[in-house]
């Protein structure tokens, strides 16, 4: 059994759900400008840190596999994504960002000022603070 959740609690996830659906309400504005859906952004920056196999685009969206062929297809239709054999095990594709693929992703990335200007009035010690709260609530180790 759950114990009760206190006030303050509550209220700061009540405030992290507030960012999280502005942020997703920005990302699907900045994707739609891009011609995208949000899933076809989200994909696309995934690729734009490194190339990936479907099976992970998926674990790492948490969404089927079967999805994301789709989506891939799409961005690939499009010119933004190519799939190309894994150099580690060549029955397996890869799907990448194309040049202009990352172009996009990049530039989905920097007009996001949702994040940024919220951010913008923070110190650098506020923002290394809350960096450094927000990797314990995840469980990552500091940098």
């Known amino acids: 059994m759950t114990p009760c959740a206190d006030s303050l609690t509550v209220e700061v996830v009540d ?3 507030t960012v999280v659906a502005r942020y997703y309400e920005e990302y699907e504005h900045a994707a739609a400008e891009h011609s995208l859906t949000g899933a076809q952004a989200r994909v696309l920056r995934l690729l734009s840190l490194e190339p990936l196999p479907m099976r992970k685009i998926a674990q790492s ?8 062929t789709g989506i891939v297809d799409r961005l690939e239709s499009r010119g933004l994504v190519e799939r190309r054999p894994d150099p580690a095990d060549r029955r397996v594709k890869l799907a990448a960002p194309t040049d202009e693929g990352a172009r996009t992703a990049e530039a989905l990335r920097t007009s996001l000022s949702f994040a940024r200007e919220p951010l913008g009035r923070l110190t650098v010690t506020e923002r290394t603070l809350l960096k450094e709260l927000l990797q314990r609530m995840l469980g990552f180790v500091p940098e």
């Open 15 to 17: 405030l992290i759900g």
């Open 61 to 68: 969206l948490k969404c089927e596999p079967s999805n994301i």
